[in-house]
């Protein structure tokens, strides 16, 4: 698992590549830090290379909307495939993102 952050303009882009499940957690929450510090920014979670998102992931994503909205700062969710979207969809979080 991978994640890749890069700022352009107003908008903190950050890729996740592999797979995000329970082992891939804790570096992967590491990793999303600054997004979590980002005020008045459009954060895109461009999921166009993520292969599967665990209970760990999600939880991940949830803090990010968090401090996101703390910040004054909108999570825009990219490029999800038909197996997460089912995940989100089936958890409630398909109403909790911005799904593009």
Known sequence: MTTTITESGNQVIALFSGRLDTSSAIPTA???KP??????KEIILDCSQLEYISSSGLRIFLSI?????AHGSKVI????????????????????????
């Open 65 to 69: 909307r968090k401090e996101a909205t």
């Open 77 to 100: 969710v990219r490029n999800i495939n038909a197996d997460i979207r089912q995940v989100f969809v089936m958890t409630g979080f398909i109403s909790l993102f911005e799904i593009e």
């Open 30 to 32: 590491e990793a999303v």
């Open 35 to 40: 997004l979590l510090e980002a005020e008045n």
